[in-house]
């Protein structure tokens, strides 16, 4: 078995659970069991519904808080109906705003507000009851009562002091004990002191052999807990990030990213580590050796794969049409793009780009395009299932400057586009062909940020007007092809094999 351990997941995840979710598909289709494990708390969402909606099997996934139940991971069922039969009065006034579900009770400000899967539905996620004005307690649900958590009042707030995770039956499995950032967790023959020990305990319970494999998404909070805890699976740490910061480093030190130095400092305990490059490979075991002398087992392994070449439909592209997909975080640097098609316009008149993704920046740039006044020509598509949406585009167009592999990039040659993108480490060098299939730009640090823009501008006018077109889907195509499925499988299956 095939384990996989990272912290949380959410509605719009990051590169590493889409790197996991790719993982799970690649090991189905090779025939490899797996399970993926994470140990942050969902108190907003039921956990079922984020990993299912990424494309998480309910049996492939393993919750550090419900692994000490009977219970298993499953989305909510339980209802407004199932809830109002637990009241101990029928004396009380329902009203619904949406997804929230308003219960007032007689007496001195006493009411529960239910928080619903949906707008429209009967599904309860989480129920929050107040007591004369006060927060006293939450309860969640899945297909009856999952955990509950316990508040006391504290400096005019609600204290969250405890939590109580149950059995199928309604019995306790287990409580935990909060004193702000600090936990206790109570079982009926043990008490764990720590979350970190939690983790610990959780692996000595699953009892690996040296026929499973754990593969380590992220280290933070977890790593020292894991190494700890004594299993005896292969251990393998993934890197999904730039693991180092070149801007610091010198002949003298290398500095490792803080994601990462633990597990490198403890390379003895680790059987091996996978890259996502051939060039990251590279870099790490150079810096191994300098660093520690050591030569640990480095694979390099695409993070996902293309199940097939994306061809457009009988429209063929939008012509001069750029797409773009990410978190819409201030490191994708999205504004800059947006920017960069302002200037562009002026030569390329029916640019547009259309821009694929949630996050934080959303509203800022959203401002942006107005402010630009590029509402006929930059578009904020939200969230969606890319899968065959790039082949209906000319090209790709990034403003990161820093991608451990870049799913997003991958996906596009796999629809042929072009890409047009900052000569950084690691993913755009991996998928761009300078004047084949797209354009690196060269930066550095001193670099202005006004001209990179003009340079993403400059770029995609060269491409739209000089560049043969056709030529470079053509060459995207044919890069596309060392990441189709069958053989990323191959190595995936060597690894295993070598592993086991």
């Not at 927060?135 to 316990?150: G, V």
């Not at 003298?252 to 580590?273: A, G, P, Q, V």
Request: with cysteine; hydrophobic share 35%; charged share 30%.
């Amino acid at each position: 078995m095939i384990y996989s351990i990272n912290l949380g997941i959410g509605w719009a995840s990051s590169g590493v659970e889409y790197a996991q979710i790719y993982r799970a598909k690649m090991l189905r289709n090779i025939k490899q069991s797996a399970k993926f494990i994470f140990t942050d708390m969902f108190p907003v969402e039921n956990i079922e519904h984020m990993t299912r909606n990424i494309g998480f099997e309910d049996d492939e996934v393993i919750w550090l808080y419900t692994y000490f139940t009977d219970r298993e991971i499953a989305p909510v069922t339980y209802t407004l109906d199932m809830l109002e039969k637990t009241f101990h009065t029928t004396q009380f006034n329902k009203s619904r705003n949406g997804k929230v579900v308003k219960y007032q009770f007689e007496g001195r400000n006493n009411f529960y507000t239910a928080y619903m899967t949906d707008e429209t539905g009967d599904r309860v996620h989480r129920v929050e009851l107040v007591s004369r004005g006060f927060l006293i307690r939450k309860d969640y649900y899945t297909d009856s009562r999952l955990y509950s958590e316990y508040y006391a009042p504290l400096d005019d707030a609600a204290h969250l002091y405890q939590r109580r995770f149950f059995n199928k039956n309604g019995t306790v499995a287990y409580e935990e004990i909060i004193d702000d950032n600090n936990a206790m967790y109570k079982f009926p023959d043990v008490m764990v002191c720590s979350k970190a020990e939690l983790v610990e305990l959780m692996l000595r319970k699953m009892d690996l052999t040296e026929k499973d494999i754990l593969l380590i998404d992220r280290t933070t909070g977890i790593g020292q807990a894991i190494l700890s805890s004594g299993t005896k699976a292969k251990k393998g740490i993934i890197i999904h990030a730039d693991h180092y910061s070149e801007r610091n480093a010198n002949e003298e030190n290398i500095l490792w990213n803080n994601y990462y130095e633990y597990s490198f400092d403890m390379h003895k305990h680790i059987d091996f580590y996978v890259t996502a490059t051939e060039v990251q490979k590279k870099i790490l075991a150079e810096q191994f050796m300098e660093v520690y002398g050591a030569k640990p087992k480095i694979f390099a392994i695409p993070v996902g794969s293309l199940k097939e070449l994306k061809v457009p439909g009988e429209n063929g592209r939008r012509k001069h049409s750029l797409i773009t997909a990410s978190r819409l975080a201030t490191e994708k640097h999205v504004d800059w793009l947006v920017r960069a098609v302002k200037i562009a316009r002026e030569t390329v008149p029916d640019i547009t780009l259309d821009i694929y993704g949630k996050g934080g920046e959303e509203d800022k740039i959203s401002d942006l395009i107005k402010e630009l006044e590029l509402e006929d020509s930059v578009r904020l598509m939200g969230q969606h299932d890319m899968t065959d949406i790039y082949q209906d585009y000319e090209a790709y167009y990034s403003g990161s400057q820093s991608e451990g592999f870049g799913l997003t990039l991958m996906e596009a040659i796999g629809a042929g586009l072009p890409i047009i993108g900052f000569d950084v480490r690691y993913g755009n060098r991996n998928f761009i062909e300078n004047g084949r299939n797209g354009y690196l730009i060269g930066v550095d640090d001193d670099t202005d940020q006004k001209d990179k823009i003009r340079m993403l501008a400059e770029a995609a006018v060269k491409l739209f007007t000089e560049a043969d077109m056709d030529e470079f889907h053509h060459n995207s195509y044919e890069k596309a092809r060392e990441y189709l499925t069958e053989e990323v499988g191959l190595k995936w299956k060597r690894l295993i094999a070598q592993m086991m």
